[in-house]
């Protein structure tokens, strides 16, 4: 039973990720895939695990996706048998894909997909993660969630969504892919504990991706900025945390612990991208890590510009996120009363109101403030909205600063 969990977890997004592109059917191939671990289960156990568990998984869900393809009789079907013939093996030699899961990170971007479930799609069928840490992830109910991959994987099979990428559909489909990455890692960051060994996993597969991305794109200046965004935040990591696992934000860690030779890739990334003279939202992300780094090294952080860098990013992507950040980060530029200000003109109310950050924002500038009463109800909020034990020690220790 470990060894099928283990090889779930290290090996699911690319299996699958074969499995669909040489059958051209995503949900059939996660149908198969399935029935392969239940096989691996009940067999792994009785036999013993094999030599190479990918390999074994791979026959098992190929023959069930054969065996489908037979029954059925269709052309199709019995065209994608010949793909699925043969050993598992690396890469095909005739793709132009560095990797199958970026290819299929690229069909689940196809204009006939909803836009509102490509993200979605691309995490589960690549990266493996359930409807309901996805819809945790995106703030959508898990149900919901369910519901547009279940569509969303019935419109590949019924639109016939073709599984070769052109080269000139690259650049249309590139954003998403980027934000699906992104939400990949925030996803792996987020539920980073003081020793979570698979969000380390998740992590790390994101910033894999995005180098993909990077050597299939070269020219493109976004997928330097979105991997340099994520060397930086990883160079971080280490100091993210005290030794008791309880959050320690980036004003207070200890730089020491920094990882000085992925900071100087994440800034070398950053110089490639922006010497394309074509401005992102992931490069601004990148330059906004950069100039927090830099001051804090340096003992000079430039407010002022961090807010301006902070105002170009709602200008081009207006997320939740940004704009919360956006209002710290003018709260130390122009004073707590502007941040607060610019926190209550965020809507709408009701998608606010359930995001922990806006409410770990609002607590700290209405301490800032010495609003204490209403600082307190704020870090209620925040903690009540934590499901992270480390944050959630970091809040109750800043509310419970309030008592004079």
């Given at each position: ?13 690319r ?18 895939l ?24 791979w026959?098992a ?14 052309r ?28 299929l ?111 299939l ?27 008791p ?8 860690q ?9 900071l ?6 950053l110089e ?6 074509r ?46 950040a ?79």
């Open positions: 039973m470990h060894a099928a969990e283990l090889a779930a977890r290290t090996s699911y997004g299996l699958l990720s074969m499995l669909a592109v040489r059958s051209g059917d995503l949900a059939g191939a996660e149908d198969a399935a029935a392969a671990f239940l096989d691996a289960v009940e067999a792994w156990p009785r036999d013993g695990v094999p030599d190479n568990p990918d390999a074994w998984l026959t869900a190929r023959r069930q996706i054969v065996d489908a393809a037979r029954r059925h009789k269709t199709d079907e019995k065209r994608h048998l010949l793909a699925l013939d043969g050993e598992l093996t690396g890469d095909d030699a005739h793709t132009d894909f560095p990797d199958e899961r970026l290819r990170l690229f069909v689940c971007a196809h204009p006939a997909i909803d836009p509102a479930a490509r993200t979605p799609l691309m995490l589960q069928a690549v990266l493996g993660l359930a409807a309901e840490r996805i819809g945790s992830c995106l703030r959508v109910a898990p149900k919901t969630m369910g519901q547009r991959l279940w569509r969303a994987k019935i419109k590949i099979r019924e639109a016939r969504v073709p599984f070769e990428v052109e080269p000139e559909n690259l650049g249309e489909r590139l954003f998403a892919v980027l934000e699906a990455i992104y939400a990949a890692y925030g996803s792996g960051w987020e539920d980073l504990t003081f020793d979570g060994v698979a969000s380390q996993g998740l992590t790390s597969e994101a910033i894999w991706l995005a180098r993909l991305v990077v050597k794109l070269p020219d493109e200046p976004e997928p330097r900025g979105l991997l340099a965004t994520m060397l930086y935040a990883e160079a971080r990591a280490p100091a993210r945390r005290s030794v696992g309880v959050y320690v934000p980036l004003s207070e200890d730089t020491s612990r920094w990882d000085g030779a992925g100087a890739e994440a800034e070398t990334m490639q991208a922006a010497a394309m003279r401005i992102g939202p992931f490069q601004l992300e990148a330059a906004i890590q950069s100039a927090h780094i830099h001051g804090r090294l340096s003992g000079s952080s430039d407010a002022r510009a961090i807010a301006i860098l902070y105002a170009g990013l709602v200008q081009v992507a207006p997320t939740l996120g940004a704009r919360v956006h209002a710290v980060a003018s709260s130390r530029a122009d004073g707590a009363l502007h941040g607060l200000t610019l926190l209550d003109a965020i809507e709408p109310l009701a998608l606010r109101d359930t995001y922990q950050p806006y409410w770990s924002a609002r607590a700290h500038l209405l301490e800032q403030l010495e609003r204490r009463g209403d600082a307190a109800n704020a870090y209620d909020r925040a903690i009540g909205l934590t499901e992270d034990p480390g944050v959630r020690r970091f809040l109750l220790e800043r509310k419970r600063r309030l008592t004079p």
